[in-house]
């Protein structure tokens, strides 16, 4: 069975190195989200870049010293 490439299968964007770009990122992309009909692919997919933010920003403030937990 061939597989067909989706847009999900495609490399995700880089996501900014610091946690000023990326809280502006995640304020960015909450207004997307908030503006897209829900269960829309835009809506989903902020979504799905909101979590990736969160997960790139806890690392960061994992990494501080001392850490932002």
């Known amino acids: ?3 067909h490439e989706t847009a999900s299968d495609a490399a995700p964007t880089p996501l900014p190195q610091t ?26 997919a902020a979504i ?5 933010i969160e997960i790139e920003v806890a690392r960061i403030e994992r990494a501080m010293d001392p850490p932002l937990v």
């Open 48 to 52: 799905d870049l909101l979590g990736r």
């Open 1 to 3: 069975m061939a597989h």
């Open 19 to 44: 946690r000023d770009e990326l809280l502006a990122l995640h304020r960015g992309t909450r207004a997307r989200r908030n503006a897209a009909a829900h269960g829309s692919p835009e809506h989903v």
